[in-house]
């Protein structure tokens, strides 16, 4: 079975700094999909990035971008010139190409600091 | 705004009660699915339905059940509720195939006391 391990509850980051979540993730599949999705306090999950397994190349959206090391099966999300709006918990989640169910890790709270 | 509308936002209830959760999905999308979230935990997937069938099951309770209607719409019930219950659930719509993005409604908050 697939899982998703994200290693730290919380994070916190200076306004304006980088900060960058971990998630790790147990797949015998080759070909899936990654996930960063925001939950901020009004609970709304709203997807932040996403990363094809077969693309070599680091999704990138604006400030957000990813670390993508498949062999190694790792996916981090980078964000920089980190806003107050930013905090929120950041769930990393996996979806197998052939099957359209996400499965998530248990989340990072981050906290920006004025 | 996902355009996925799930009623109601807020829902108290007492052990033992039922209580029906409803979504509806947005514009054009087939599939559906609900997941719970326990306090402080991750998104747990419940089940899938696929343009009114049933397509991949989680760890649904027994006590639990879903179904999706011919406007695609679908109820999720809670049965013989326990303080255990007590969650956040969230329906998700998308379209078929490995696009891979869901796109999530604002959840129920189920208190069960």
């Known amino acids: 079975a697939q899982t998703v391990t994200q290693s730290q509850p919380e994070m916190s980051v200076q306004e304006a700094e980088t900060v960058t979540l971990s998630c790790t993730y147990d797949?015998?599949?080759?070909?899936?999909?990654l996930f960063w999705y925001k939950q901020p306090p009004s609970r709304q999950m709203i997807l932040v990035i996403r990363?094809?397994?077969?693309?070599?190349q680091n999704a990138t959206e604006n400030r957000f971008s990813v670390n993508f090391q498949k062999a190694a099966k790792s996916f981090s999300l980078k964000i920089s010139d980190s806003q107050l709006g930013d905090a929120a918990m950041y769930f990393c989640?996996?979806?197998?190409?052939?099957?359209?169910?996400?499965?998530f890790g248990t989340g990072t709270r981050l906290t920006i600091i004025p | 705004d996902s355009g996925v509308t799930q009623t109601p936002k807020h829902l108290i209830t007492a052990t033992g009660q039922r209580v029906t959760l409803r979504c509806s999905p947005r514009?054009?999308?087939?599939?559906v699915y609900w997941y719970q979230q326990s306090l402080d935990q991750g998104l747990q997937f419940l089940i899938q339905?696929?343009?009114?069938?049933?397509?991949a099951k989680g760890n649904i309770l027994e006590r639990f059940s879903a179904q999706q209607f011919p406007d695609l719409h679908s109820e999720l019930n809670l049965s013989s509720l326990e303080l255990g219950d007590s969650a956040l659930y969230f329906c998700?719509?998308?379209?078929?195939?490995?696009?891979?993005?869901?796109?999530f409604g604002e959840g129920s908050r189920l208190t069960v006391l």
């Open positions: 998700a719509s998308s379209v078929e195939g490995p696009t891979g993005e869901l796109f």
């Open positions: 797949t015998s599949e080759s070909d899936y999909y």
């Open positions: 990363q094809e397994a077969y693309k070599q």
């Open positions: 989640a996996y979806r197998w190409f052939g099957n359209e169910k996400l499965t």
């Open positions: 514009s054009g999308d087939l599939s």
């Open positions: 339905y696929y343009n009114g069938e049933e397509r």
